[in-house]
Every structure is written in structure tokens, then in C-alpha cells.
């Protein structure tokens, strides 16, 4: 089975990227293998998402924020889809990518922002990871090798649920 780079991008790369990363790569069964990327990366990777990719069995060596140069250098792995999961962004000048990979743009509201009790933002966490959960899903039943260039374009742009 061919197995397929999926780039998650964010602002921050702290919360959402993450938690599509290690969601992909734990739920494909090898078919994606999964990376994350901001354009004005934390620095750290927020503690709920942490938690969650960790419940997850996720490596916990594989949990960091970067920045998304790191996948645009000529030794880096090839993407073969980048999904925006940000507004912001989706609205900013990405590098060129090699490859030509699939893009997509799942928006969903950031976690990480919300504001109260610990309990509370847990909630906002899991709520971000079933979303993100449902459009992961979706993209794996799909018959990838079996889509030409601009139908498997269309049917990942068509995949969102909040």
C-alpha cells in the first residue's frame, strides 16, 4: 500500500495542526503519514492538545511546533496534500511546495484561544479533535489512487465538518 505525506498548516502550530498530525497518522493505518507546520510557529505545543495526541498513542518525540520552511527545503519529505486548518492561514503567501501537492482548507475555530477553567478548554479541545476527526475520516475512505488530479483536488476541498 502506497502511503501518502499530509501537511497540516496553522499560525501557530501549538493546538489544531497538531492534533490532524497525530490524528492521520494514528487513524490511516499507514496510509497517510502525517506532519504539522506554522508560518509563526509557539515555540511549544499546547499541553490539551499534548494531552490528547499523547491518549491518542501518538510519539511523544514527534510533538513539537515548527515552522513550515522546515517542509519546504529540497531534503524534506514531499507533500502530497497540505491542508490549511486556520483562516489565517489559509490567507497567507505559503512557500511554493514541491511536488504540486493537493490543497485544502478545513477552518476551524482555535482551541487554544478559548478562555476559562481547565475543564472548559478540554471541551473545546475534544470538540476541535471530532471535527477534525469526521474530515480525517472522510479523507481516508477516499479512493485516492483511483481519482484523477482534479477530482481528488475537489473531493479534499469538499471535506469539512465542524
Not at 38 to 47: E, F, I, K, L
Request: with cysteine; aromatic share 8%; proline share 6%.
Amino acid at each position: 500500500m502506497k502511503s501518502y505525506n499530509i501537511l497540516f498548516l496553522c499560525t501557530g502550530n501549538s493546538a489544531r495542526s497538531i492534533l490532524a498530525e497525530a490524528l492521520v497518522t494514528t487513524l490511516s493505518g499507514g496510509k497517510f503519514i502525517g506532519y504539522s507546520a506554522g508560518s509563526n510557529p509557539a515555540g511549544r505545543v499546547n499541553p490539551f492538545a499534548s494531552e490528547l495526541a499523547l491518549a491518542m498513542g501518538y510519539p511523544e518525540d514527534k510533538l513539537r511546533s515548527k515552522n513550515w520552511d522546515e517542509y519546504s527545503a529540497p531534503n524534506s519529505p514531499q507533500m502530497d496534500f497540505i491542508i490549511t486548518v486556520c483562516d489565517n492561514a489559509a490567507n497567507e503567501s505559503c512557500p511554493i511546495w514541491l511536488g504540486h501537492p493537493s490543497t485544502a482548507h478545513w477552518g476551524l475555530p482555535d482551541p487554544a484561544s478559548v478562555e476559562g477553567t481547565d475543564a472548559i478548554k478540554r471541551e473545546a479541545f475534544q470538540k476541535t479533535l471530532l471535527a477534525l476527526k469526521k474530515n480525517i475520516e472522510a479523507l481516508i475512505k477516499l479512493p485516492i489512487d483511483q481519482l484523477d488530479l482534479s477530482s481528488l483536488k475537489k473531493a479534499i476541498q469538499d471535506i469539512h465538518y465542524e
